[in-house]
């Protein structure tokens, strides 16, 4: 028995939905920062509002100290929280069928093959879109593209980022680390002295038991790091592995390879203390089809796959930026 061509938008519609929450875990795998996110609890929803807004703490409170007896303790006001903005950025892919096609593939099996493929496809290119512009600053596009490295983790961080000027002397606790190989070292790195460039910059980065989590190398970068160890030395990492990521160890930290082709510049390993990061897509909008649309003058019909959100920091000091250059 053929099936209804009038039901066919509606197995398109559920067929989608279910697949949803798929989709949003398949874009979050295969991006090494947003795998990574998800696996330490910082992917999570924001709920709306005009902005998207991280708290933080840049100061001490200066009342803590020590006291005998009856001291008089101190209760002078402190302001020590303060807060990032983020513009919400919105991605969407929309999957299009034509009546032709949904004619010529009336059975219900054929037609859920077909949405299947259409999807995977869509799937895999908002994916890869949003993989390049993790390592953009969020300006393509006229500004519509999610904040990313590009603008969180840079050379020189003098830029306004999450509505703060890093410029100003006074927002120095907002200002990333960097190490560039010319410029704080002795010259561009060989595989001799690559893993001593990058000890100096994990060791400013480190605060007690809190220090980067990952590192995310350009492929050169990755291939001289391989380069410097030992093979007895050359540890993977067996999580970030199991992940589908190709990884070695630094200092007990996975360094993962990332191809010029996922959007990373090309002499850059990014040292990322993912415990700061966070995405924050929309509660509505998390990787969520919008309702059909039948275009005016075509015999078609558009289910649009949506995403909103951005990427967000809560400690810009606690990143770090290698540049071999």
């Excluded at 938008?9 to 996110?37: C, G, H, Y």
């Excluded at 990322?272 to 649309?293: G, I, Q, S």
């Excluded at 909103?308 to 810009?316: E, I, K, L, V, Y």
Aim: overall charge neutral; charged content about 15%; proline content about 3%.
């Amino acid at each position: 028995m053929s099936f209804p061509n009038s039901n066919i938008t509606d197995i398109i519609a559920t067929t989608i939905e279910l697949r949803s929450k798929t989709i949003a875990d398949n874009v979050t795998a295969q991006n090494a920062v947003f795998n990574q996110l998800n696996k330490s609890g910082n992917v999570q929803t924001a709920s709306g509002g005009t902005e998207i807004r991280e708290h933080f703490s840049f100061a001490e409170n200066t009342n803590a100290g020590s006291y005998s007896g009856y001291d008089t303790l101190p209760t002078a006001a402190q302001d020590v929280i303060g807060g990032a903005q983020y513009q919400w950025a919105q991605y969407a892919v929309p999957v299009v069928f034509s009546g032709r096609e949904q004619l010529m593939n009336s059975g219900p099996q054929a037609i859920i093959d077909l949405i299947k493929n259409r999807v995977k496809v869509a799937e895999n290119s908002l994916a890869n879109v949003m993989n390049r512009h993790v390592y953009l600053d969020g300006t393509g596009n006229n500004g519509k593209n999610l904040t990313g490295l590009g603008a969180a983790v840079i050379l020189a961080p003098t830029n306004t980022y999450g509505g703060i000027d890093r410029s100003v002397a006074a927002n120095a606790f907002w200002k990333n680390l960097k190490f560039q190989a010319s410029v704080d070292g002795t010259g561009v790195a060989t595989s001799s002295t690559i893993q001593g460039y990058w000890t100096t910059l994990m060791w400013n980065l480190t605060r007690g038991t809190d220090m980067p989590n990952m590192i995310i190398a350009a492929p050169n970068v990755y291939s001289m790091f391989a380069a410097s160890l030992q093979a007895i030395q050359r540890i993977n990492s067996a999580e970030i592995g199991n992940a589908g990521f190709k990884s070695l160890e630094f200092m007990g930290v996975p360094v993962i390879y990332e191809p010029l082709a996922g959007g990373i510049s090309t002499s850059i390993a990014y040292f990322l203390n993912t415990n700061y990061l966070h995405l924050r897509p929309h509660a509505e909008r998390n990787v969520v089809p919008l309702d059909d649309k039948s275009s005016s003058n075509q015999d078609a019909t558009v289910k649009t796959i949506a995403w909103m959100g951005n990427m967000t920091c809560s400690g810009a000091k606690f990143q770090g930026v290698f540049s071999n250059t």
